[in-house]
Nanobody
Framework: VQLQASGGGVVHPGESLRLSCTASRRAHANDALGWFRQRPGKEREFVSS?????????YGESVRGRFTISISRNGRLTVDLQMDNLKPEDTATYFC?????????????WGRGTLVTVSS
């Protein structure tokens, strides 16, 4: 399984960004696709995931209500993470991941990190 991530960049507080992650195939009968992030000086933390079986979604507490994960309409195994009302504390390297539903643990595959910087 290969994961391809896109998106990220530099924005001001309150602005939005969208990340996308595409998997080459399903990894397991009960798998999900989503994101972790690692903020400077912090451990990697769960951000969001989407369960392929029932399209249910999960969010970390720090992003709930501001981030939305959804299935992309590009016809592939792709999820989009819409990040709204970004805050400086959202600055991190975001890692696409494929793992067991609901919250990607264990994680079967990691994508390359993409940097999101929120700064005034």
């Amino acid at each position: 399984v290969q994961l391809q991530a896109s998106g990220g960049g530099v924005v001001h507080p309150g602005e939005s960004l969208r990340l996308s992650c595409t998997a080459s195939r399903r990894a397991h009968a009960n798998d999900a696709l989503g994101w972790f992030r690692q903020r400077p000086g912090k451990e990697r933390e769960f951000v969001s995931s989407l369960n392929w079986n029932d399209e249910s979604t999960n969010y970390g507490e720090s992003v709930r209500g501001r981030f939305t994960i959804s299935i992309s309409r590009n016809g592939r195994l792709t999820v989009d993470l819409q990040m709204d009302n970004l805050k400086p504390e959202d600055t991190a390297t975001y890692f696409c991941a494929q793992g067991r539903a609901p919250k990607l643990v264990p994680t079967y595959q990691w994508g390359r990190g993409t940097l999101v910087t929120v700064s005034s």
